[in-house]
């Protein structure tokens, strides 16, 4: 039987141990916040008799750390493990870790279709979900001391993507408020951070994902 569901994602980077000398951490190919990476989920039942799900997020991962030279196994070898497993549904959550970092957004747009190309590749006909992650606020960090590019130049190249590949995605800015927007809602779905969501942000952030999969298993 074929895995049903796969996310990859990054989480934006508690600290400089887990980030690259250039940028931090988002998903689900999560670091700052909870955005980058493939995760998958399978037909086959659990113990529990729910599909079976697996998560290729890696703290502060960056898009191009699921592409050959990227800076860890799980990250570089989540294709490959697709390919084996063929799951039905691809969730990729990238991005949150390149705007923190300033990685130009055009460099960004490149590297994100090549992980969408890559997964296409490695499952053929799979249903690709893409997030857009609600803005974290960016504050100089080891990754970049001076901001150069805000949150919209990336989640512009997210839809730009998504609308090029033909995939689906979710847009997480309808779901949960900036992290510096001076009317947030009291409790903050932001940890004290603001780059990570708390529980309140991650069931907004749950509302969002099952929305749409409710609705695909609905005509599926």
Not at 97 to 117: H, M, R
Not at 145 to 158: L, V
Request: charged share 15%; net charge negative; proline share 11%.
């Amino acid at each position: 039987m074929r895995p049903e569901r796969t996310s990859l994602s990054s989480a934006p980077q508690p600290t400089p141990a887990t980030a690259p000398p250039d940028t931090p951490r988002t998903p689900r190919p999560t670091s700052q916040p909870a955005t980058a990476g493939p995760s998958a989920s399978a037909k086959t039942s659990t113990p529990n008799g729910k599909p079976a799900v697996q998560n290729y997020a890696h703290n502060g991962a960056l898009a191009t750390d699921y592409l050959p030279g990227g800076r860890w196994s799980d990250t570089t070898g989540a294709t490959n493990d697709i390919a084996a497993k063929q799951p039905e549904l691809v969730i990729i959550d990238l991005g949150g870790n390149e705007y923190i970092s300033q990685v130009p957004p055009a460099t960004f747009g490149a590297n994100l279709k090549t992980v969408v190309d890559n997964v296409k590749a490695a499952r053929p006909n799979v249903t690709i979900l893409m997030s857009m992650y609600t803005e974290l606020l960016w504050t100089p960090n080891p990754w970049a001391s001076t901001k150069n590019y805000n949150w919209e130049s990336y989640s512009a190249q997210i839809f730009n993507t998504a609308v090029q590949e033909g995939v689906a995605l979710v847009d997480m800015r309808q779901h949960i408020p900036a992290a510096g927007s001076a009317d947030l809602p009291n409790p903050s779905p932001w940890n004290s951070d603001n780059a990570h969501l708390n529980d309140a942000g991650n069931l907004a952030e749950y509302g969002g994902f099952w929305g749409w999969a409710s609705a695909l298993a609905s005509i599926c």
